[in-house]
């Protein structure tokens, strides 16, 4: 009975390691090693600068820009500007995005048809029409000129459409002035609109072009920089 029992004590001792080798289990398939990233920076558009003056984009990208006179889509039916752009002196940008912030409050957003105008482009203006009912003469110089007026209208962020103003930008007549005796009421109220964002950042409008305003402050001078084209 003892030899047994040591018989089957050395079984499972020695007995055990004689048992054939399992085979060795098949490598798993290594899974793809994912190495955590850093979500890829989004590089931010640089807009471009001219000296003395803020790209509007640069401080609010969301205004919109239809630059006509970078365009044949004007009352001159001639491009002027080799390309579209919006600057203005840099306490005029930041009233025009603060104006552009009240409007989006409200569901609506600026687009701006004209900003600063190089003196060579009224110059360009004036040879195309040299009547100063309509172009100002270069050597007088305007507002746009020291790049502190604007041209613009107000857009419905969620139609996507502009609000309609009465007549389109630049038409020059009686339906542009703001005192026209006939304008509906949905025209009144569009205006309106408009003008409260902009006088409540500091510009005033004109009594002949709805789409006109100046910032009110010290003068800057009448500039010939022109912008560069990318
Ligand atoms: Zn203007």
Redo the contacts with the bound molecule.
């Keep these: 009975m003892q030899y047994k029992l040591l018989g089957l004590l050395l079984f499972l001792v020695f007995g055990g390691c004689q048992s054939k080798p399992k085979p060795k289990p098949k490598p798993k398939p290594v899974a793809a090693v994912t190495i955590p990233q850093k979500p890829p920076k989004v590089k931010k558009k640089a807009y471009p600068s001219l000296d003395g003056f803020t790209n509007i984009q640069s401080i609010d990208s969301t205004i919109a820009l239809d630059i006509r006179y970078a365009t044949t889509e004007n009352f001159v039916k001639a491009q002027i500007y080799p390309c579209p752009a919006c600057y203005l002196r840099p306490e005029v940008a930041l009233a025009l995005a603060s104006a552009n912030a009240q409007l989006r409050q409200k569901g609506y957003g600026i687009k701006v048809f004209?900003c600063y105008r190089p003196r060579p482009a009224q110059q360009r203006l004036w040879d195309k029409v040299p009547n100063p009912s309509y172009v100002t003469p270069p050597s007088k110089g305007s507002m746009?000129n020291r790049g502190m007026?604007i041209?613009l209208t107000v857009f419905d962020i969620k139609a996507m459409r502009e609000l309609y103003m009465g007549t389109s930008y630049d038409f020059f007549g009686m339906k542009a002035h703001t005192d026209y005796p006939s304008l509906s009421q949905k025209v009144i109220t569009h205006r309106k609109i408009l003008t409260d964002a902009m006088t409540k950042a500091g510009f005033r409008g004109i009594r002949t072009?709805w789409w006109?305003f100046y910032y009110v402050g010290p003068l800057h001078p009448l500039s010939s920089l022109e912008w560069e084209c990318e």
């Design positions: 004209d746009h007026a041209d072009e006109h």
